[in-house]
């Protein structure tokens, strides 16, 4: 039996332990999910700041964030966060001295283009940014410093907030929130195929349920007992 099968019938067996309305909101949250667009995130530092951009990536449907820590380890505000990042995918980088160019080395070989969110480049805007290019990471910097230099060279395009105040820039949390606001609406009106696969689905679904359920890996085993006594 292939992986994608067992994960099925694993996640037809745990279901059983859970409301059918939480199963419901499961659909309904994965049905709406993307990897299309994913969120880098370079050297946060405030818990505040980086516990919102976590609910602002929940809440519009982004699967992925991708964590860099050169200099600041990342930390997340529970009262912000609000449980969202037991719903992500989150991928801290932290092992190598240039953290920032090995996350733009993975994401690259996974077919993204990296997208350096800036005031200092032209490239484009949220409203004209050019989607069915394929893939793209968005890539937001420290809340004083903004990004890296490496960051901002190395990357293959660029987007910024147009802005009409003495104010230089937002918050990162808001910036992120304006910019996903507007990417993800776009996005879902579009022809590309923007969605999860199915066993991409079903992968998650899996991992929602053992976060949800108590003692999911004693059931866990027992599926597995119950499997191979089925074989014998």
Not at 60 to 87: C, M
Not at 157 to 171: A, K, V
Not at 208 to 226: G, V, Y
Request: with cysteine; proline share 3%.
């Amino acid at each position: 039996m292939d992986q994608e099968s067992v994960n099925l019938r694993l996640v037809e067996y745990l279901s059983g332990f859970v409301t059918p309305e939480r199963m419901k909101t499961f659909g309904y949250t994965l049905d709406n999910r993307t990897r299309y667009i994913t969120v880098v995130l370079e050297d946060l530092y405030q818990p505040h700041n980086a516990s919102a951009v976590l609910r602002t990536c929940d809440c519009f449907g982004i699967q992925d964030v991708h964590i860099i820590e050169n200099r600041n380890t990342y930390s997340i505000n529970p009262d912000v966060a609000l449980g969202s990042n037991k719903w992500l995918t989150l991928k801290k980088y932290s092992q190598t001295e240039s953290n920032t160019l090995d996350t733009y080395r993975t994401l690259r070989s996974a077919g993204y283009r990296i997208i350096a969110t800036t005031l200092h480049r032209d490239d484009s805007t949220p409203d004209n940014f050019d989607l069915k290019k394929g893939k793209s990471a968005f890539v937001f910097g420290t809340e004083l410093e903004g990004l890296s230099k490496s960051a901002i060279n190395e990357a293959d395009e660029y987007l910024r907030i147009p802005m009409f105040g003495f104010t230089e820039s937002f918050n990162i949390s808001v910036a992120a929130a304006i910019i996903l606001y507007q990417l993800t609406n776009r996005l879902r009106s579009s022809g590309i195929q923007w969605q999860l696969t199915q066993p991409e689905k079903t992968e998650m679904k899996l991992a929602w349920l053992k976060k949800s359920i108590k003692k999911s890996d004693m059931l866990i085993r027992e599926f597995h007992e119950k499997e191979r006594n089925k074989d014998h």
